[in-house]
């Protein structure tokens, strides 16, 4: 049995979040908390960078621009691409 968090719920805004994701660099996605905003960025990116995660946090803030921004296109909710 699949476990609540391993369920994706559609939403309507995923056909438009795709349409958007193939013609900007970035997006962004507001709503109450809970509302599945990084549940719903998450499952339309490639990859992502979490700021909320120490780890990834301290390489943001000591990387130069240029190389956060190489790689895949299309990242996560924190909108950085190439």
């Given at each position: ?6 369920v994706?719920?559609?939403?309507l ?11 900007l ?5 507001v ?6 905003k ?6 339309h990116a ?15 803030s000591?990387a ?6 190489e ?5 996560g ?6």
């Amino acid at each position: 049995m699949l476990s609540r968090a391993s369920v994706y719920r559609l939403r309507l805004i995923d056909p438009l979040i795709d349409r958007l994701m193939a013609e900007l660099p970035a997006i962004l996605i507001v709503g109450p908390r809970g509302s599945g905003k990084t549940t719903t960025a998450l499952r339309h990116a490639s990859s992502s960078v979490r700021l909320d995660v120490p780890a990834q946090a301290s390489f943001c803030s000591q990387a130069r621009p240029r190389v956060m921004s190489e790689g895949r296109r299309r990242r996560g909710p924190d909108g950085s691409h190439d």
